[in-house]
């Protein structure tokens, strides 16, 4: 017999390879039972059957190994959705809606045209075009698994005003736009924390890039000046030591209004700067 009670004392197996351990068999608890969080604390004393108790052992086993959580369930929550995940792409991270905040703080809703690179699950698109209902999203990433990743998402929330594409960056695109936003690979292929932790089990195309971790940003940096409207904006994720280097690079390409901003752990997380135009 397993009580829900016993089951979430089961994280002690997982503090060796977790800082949420908690959390982690919460979650994990949730996928086998199909009940949100709140159930679990309601009914700590509903025994689990035999098949739960069994599916949740896997489970338990597969997080000892290190996979991460969105893995195992399949989906994880971002900003205020919920989307699928799978090992194609980047697990979506709470640091990136710092990103999303960013932009919305920028445009306000009418038909703008907004671009996300990099896309992988849709997340940033996605989420901008849930609260912006007037913006027009293209999500574009290289890797066709990605794209349909997205794709999926998209249908998952019922929204309607993005699509995504299949390219290299700014390749399949066509026109200017009035926003840029991505998170791009940024990390040092020499970085020892690729070692560690969820990163291991996810694309290292997705996460490293040559120039201890500049060369993408460079490169979106200089071809989005052709790709943006006059006063149109351009905003990117980057590592905590990246800001200086990302802002002192958009100033040098001759982007205005440049500013480096904090995530919520207070460390240095998306560099935003505008092309010129007639209304500066």
């Known amino acids: 017999m397993m009580r829900i009670a016993d089951a979430l004392a089961l994280s002690a197996r997982l503090e060796p390879v977790s800082d949420s351990a908690r959390l982690d068999v919460e979650l994990l608890l949730c996928a086998v039972l199909r009940q949100p969080r709140s159930y679990l604390f309601t009914w ?14 896997r489970m338990l086993e597969r997080r000892q190994q290190g996979e991460p959580v969105a893995h195992i369930v399949g989906h994880t929550g971002f900003w ?19 990103l999303v905040e960013q932009a919305l703080e920028r445009l306000a809703d009418g038909p703008y045209r907004v671009l996300d690179l990099g896309t992988g699950t849709g997340a940033i698109a996605l989420a901008l075009a849930s609260e912006r209902p007037a913006w027009r999203l293209v999500g574009c990433d290289r890797v066709a698994a990605a794209v349909a990743l997205a794709e999926r998402n998209r249908q998952r929330n019922g929204l309607t005003n993005v699509e995504f594409v299949e390219g290299n960056w700014f390749e399949p695109l066509q026109g200017r736009f009035d926003m840029i936003v991505s998170n791009p690979p940024y990390i040092d292929p020499a970085d020892p924390h690729l070692a560690q932790g969820d990163v291991r089990f996810e694309p290292s195309s997705a996460l490293v890039a040559d120039e201890a971790g500049m060369a993408d940003i460079r490169w979106i ?9 006059p006063g149109g904006w351009l905003l990117f994720e980057h590592g905590y030591d990246q800001g200086e280097a ?19 752990g207070g460390r240095d997380r998306i560099t935003v700067g505008r092309w010129p135009g007639d209304e500066e």
């Open 44 to 57: 700590p004393d509903r025994e689990l059957a035999a098949d739960q108790r069994q599916q949740l052992e």
């Open 80 to 98: 205020t959705l919920q989307l699928e995940v799978s090992p194609d792409t980047l697990i979506p991270r709470p640091d990136t809606e710092t």
């Open 221 to 229: 940096a200089e071809q989005a000046r052709a790709c943006l409207k």
């Open 246 to 264: 990302s802002a002192q690079l958009l100033r040098r390409l001759g982007y205005r209004q440049v500013k480096t901003v904090r995530d919520y």
